[in-house]
């Protein structure tokens, strides 16, 4: 069966696991597989902007033995011109797999749906899964392993409806964390996820939590993470968004509620002096270009765990 990554929640603890610790072995050695050799081609397709995963997964599938097939998805409109399942069943008579940034979750479900070969989100309006197995990764990196991940608090504080929100709680809920999200009441996850984390968490003794103030999410966390107060598509929101998440800002006297060492990640691109003050991203608990780079590492391991399932 044609394994897919759409959602945090498409890999089990286990499956989690096997990448994860896939994904630190490639930290340490960039050529020990080369699944994608021939060289076979990964369509990479993006519709919204991209620094860091086009050059991660374009770096990470030229590792793995293949050809990155970028696709401008402005020159393509997928669902416009054409649509999403022709596409799919395009794509998928040639490339070993599809990576796709886009809009709506139902596009990439549609996608999977067609395309015959593993299908992996880039990041849609509801999740950021491969961000987050980095972010993991980064956390296993500094904190003693995958097997360290388990027990471990990780607050998110900000935009707590956005993808990376949602990716922490489903991933995280997966690798047994305690997630703790604190943000505006009009800013909140959707409650589905929440419940689905939730139901996660219940087998892998992780947790879940939602809270409306910062002190209340951050208080003694292990990890403390935040992202942009507009997402990629939100550009037009007024300035009352911000004033709602003002008291969610990740700054010194925030950061000093979490454990003393705790580790702080930002997906990036960040907005210093919004939602983190430039001396807690530049400061010494920031990991954030650990984060970045572990994006090749964990993508990496992703498509060959999913190469190698077909
Ligand atoms: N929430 C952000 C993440 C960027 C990597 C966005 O969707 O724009």
């Known amino acids: 069966m044609t394994r897919h990554f759409l959602r945090d929640d498409d890999l089990s603890p286990a499956e989690q696991r096997e990448v994860l610790?896939?994904?630190l072995a490639f930290r340490d050695d960039r050529f020990i597989r080369t699944p994608l050799a021939g060289p076979r081609a990964v369509a990479v397709i993006f519709d919204k902007p991209t620094l860091r995963t086009q050059v991660s997964f374009a770096t990470g599938i030229a590792e793995l033995g293949g050809f990155p097939l970028?696709?401008?998805?402005?020159?393509a409109r997928i669902g416009v011109r054409e649509?999403?399942?022709d596409t799919?069943?395009?794509?998928?008579?040639?490339?070993?797999?599809?990576?796709?940034?886009?809009?709506?979750q139902a596009r990439i479900e549609e996608m999977a749906a067609h395309a015959g070969v593993p299908v992996v989100n880039a990041l849609t309006d509801d999740f950021h899964p491969c961000q987050v197995l980095a972010d993991l990764t980064t956390v296993a990196q500094h904190r003693g392993g995958v097997?360290?991940?388990?027990?471990?608090?990780l607050a998110?504080?900000?935009d707590g409806a956005n993808n990376m929100a949602h990716s922490y709680l489903l991933g995280g809920a997966t690798a047994g964390l305690h997630v703790r999200v604190g943000c505006p009441v009009g800013a909140a996850p959707d409650p589905a996820v929440v419940t689905?984390?939730?139901?996660?968490?219940?087998?892998?003794?992780?947790?879940?939590?939602?809270v409306h103030d910062l002190a209340g999410a951050v208080a003694g966390a292990d990890v403390v993470a935040t992202d942009t107060w507009v997402s990629m598509g939100q550009e037009d929101v007024g300035p009352e968004r911000e004033a709602q998440l003002v008291p969610f800002r990740l700054d010194a006297a925030a950061l000093a509620l979490a454990a003393p060492d705790a580790l702080v990640l930002h997906c990036l691109p960040a907005y210093r002096g919004k939602e983190i003050t430039a001396e807690v991203l530049d400061g010494p608990q920031s990991v954030v270009w650990d984060e970045a780079e572990n994006r090749l590492h964990a993508q990496k391991a992703l498509l060959s765990f999913l190469l190698e399932r077909r």
């Open 147 to 153: 097997a360290a991940l388990a027990g471990t608090t």
């Open 83 to 85: 649509s999403v399942a």
């Open 196 to 210: 689905r984390a939730a139901e996660v968490a219940a087998t892998t003794g992780g947790s879940v939590r939602v």
């Open 156 to 158: 998110f504080v900000g």
């Open 70 to 75: 970028t696709v401008d998805g402005t020159l």
């Open 21 to 23: 610790e896939l994904a």
């Open 88 to 104: 799919a069943r395009v794509l998928g008579r040639q490339a070993a797999a599809v990576v796709w940034r886009t809009h709506a």
